[in-house]
């Protein structure tokens, strides 16, 4: 069965320090995957995803079959990039995803 | 992007009773979900609401007790009954079928607490 693994449910970094959110996947097939962010009081939205190899915000996130991972990472954290993080899996045939737990990110100023 | 919104925001309620919340969407969408989102918790996929037919049910959730209904491809509705202090969540409507590469787009949600 697929399943996500965020195992770092609470990170903090200072303003300017790198970031790096973690994303373990297991999935039989072909996978899509995605960020999304939630930033207190707005409702879940999409930050990146694999497939357009983006950069969003600063951050880029490389999907890595060798390691089964797609990691978030930004350079230079900045303050409002405190925010909760989920990492997702797409099951293409069914449409629907799988998100893990999230980490909640703190960028202290 | 669609606007999708989803009444009511909130609500207590009690005990033993019911509440159906509405998800309604402004383009029509392939795919909608319901996910249930607990405090400080990821994401729980509740059902897949499927137009004209049964919703599509997760392992340990059931019809009798989130009862969905998807009249057509902009509006869904999901009901929690006989409510206990343990549906006390977060419940998000979610669609796709809007974007380029399959992305979900939320709803606000709505924060439902049982006492």
């Known amino acids: 069965a697929q399943r996500v693994t965020q195992p770092e449910k609470l990170l903090s970094v200072f303003k300017g320090a790198p970031v790096e959110l973690k994303c373990n996947y297991s999935?039989?097939?072909?996978?899509?995957l995605f960020w999304y962010v939630q930033y207190s009081r707005q409702r879940l939205q999409l930050l990146l995803r694999?497939?357009s190899r983006e950069s969003i915000k600063g951050f880029t996130a490389d999907l890595n079959k060798g390691e089964t991972s797609f990691h978030l990472k930004k350079p230079f954290a900045q303050e409002e990039d405190s925010a909760m993080y989920y990492c997702?899996?797409?099951?293409?045939?069914?449409?629907?995803?799988?998100f893990g737990d999230g980490t909640t990110l703190t960028v202290k100023p | 992007s669609a606007v999708i919104s989803q009444k009511p925001s909130r609500d207590i309620c009690q005990r033993g009773t019911s509440l159906t919340i509405q998800c309604q969407v402004d383009?029509?969408?392939?795919?909608m979900f319901w996910y249930r989102q607990q405090p400080g918790q990821s994401l729980t996929l509740i059902a897949t609401?499927?137009?004209?037919?049964?919703?599509?049910?997760e392992s340990g959730f059931v019809i009798d007790k989130f009862p969905i209904s998807r009249p057509n491809l902009t509006f869904s509705t999901l009901t929690v009954s006989n409510m206990s202090p343990e549906d006390s969540s977060i419940y998000l409507c979610?669609?796709?079928?809007?974007?380029?590469?399959?992305?979900?787009?939320f709803g606000p949600g709505t924060r439902l607490t049982v006492l």
């Open positions: 694999h497939i």
């Open positions: 997702a899996l797409l099951e293409t045939n069914a449409g629907k995803s799988t």
């Open positions: 999935y039989s097939g072909s996978p899509e």
């Open positions: 609401a499927n137009q004209g037919s049964e919703a599509t049910y």
């Open positions: 383009s029509q969408v392939t795919m």
């Open positions: 979610s669609v796709t079928g809007l974007g380029a590469y399959n992305e979900q787009f």
